[in-house]
């Protein structure tokens, strides 16, 4: 089945509670699915989901967002998407909130209802047909988000490589 159909059909992580052992299955098998290779970047995962979504994603930070409670959020409209983010405080940080909003597309969460009321982002010309909220910091959809964020976090980071072999008979001399 081809990826992005696979994507559509695939229910939001709702409905009753999920223990984390559970979460983490689902949120593996979903991983075991997507093709960003062995060594992903953020442009490269960014990409392939605007190419699977079938349209541009926009990242734009927004200077005015303290961070306190939200860092991240998601807008819908027609032909894009925005993902909105507070100043970061690294480049790690600004990694992980826009990878837990990618997470939250990954895994279908646009399609849930949203508490916040849809208003018109300045810059942008249309109000947003969707914007993706969270009612709790610890319901599934989020934690789902976070552990998928988390492990394409570790996926991006480039790997230590392995301790060159003795050349120079350092460890003879330094035992």
Known sequence: MRLKVWLNRMPPLKGL????????RSVRDVLDQLAFGDHPDLNSIKSWLET????P????EMPTMRGDDICGLCFFYKNHDVVLHTPPKSSLH???IILHEFAHM???HQVTA????LMKLPGFPDIPLKVLGRISFDDD???AAEYLADLLTARIVPRRPEPLADQDGFNKVFG
Do not use: Y
């Not at 994603?57 to 734009?60: R, Y």
């Not at 949203?114 to 009321?117: A, F, I, Y």
């Open 17 to 24: 509670p999920m223990n984390d052992r559970k979460i983490r």
């Open 52 to 55: 699977t979504r079938g349209r």
């Open 57 to 60: 994603i926009t990242i734009v």
């Open 94 to 96: 600004l990694q992980q």
């Open 106 to 108: 990954i895994l279908n």
């Open 114 to 117: 949203t508490s916040l009321e």
């Open 141 to 143: 959809e989020e934690a």
